[in-house]
């Protein structure tokens, strides 16, 4: 058992590597979806029906966020800066909107998968994007 522990010990950059494209891939598709798919203007709208306050700023901060972001969290460039940002955003969301956007008995589903992204982010904040990253080829890290 301590080996297969060892193992999984030096597995430290496939690991962040791994939560780094995860992570990556949801925010993108979500971004896109919301930038291309439907469009600002239409997120915006719902945000807006919903009695969103700010909705014209969230509206497009979000999606620019998440579809950007996901691209930059995905080749490891401003990891900790943007993972700050995201974390930031599901925190936020989970705490002020989704009850409002969600309601009812649906909200825990909801909120625990922004958590989890929230999460995901923390870590790329304490352990940065690892060595498969282009932080490292650019900045030396």
Known sequence: MNRILSWFEGQRDTSILILRVILATILIVAGYQKLFGSGISEFTGYLAGRGIVLSPLFGILV?????????????????????ILIAIQFVYISIHYKPILVGGSGVWKSVRIDLTLAAMAILL???GGGR???????FRK
């Open 63 to 83: 999606p620019v966020l998440e579809f950007f972001g996901g691209i930059a969290i995905l080749l490891g460039l401003f990891t900790r800066y943007v993972a």
């Open 125 to 127: 904040i304490t352990h």
């Open 132 to 138: 498969m990253a282009l932080d490292r080829l650019l």
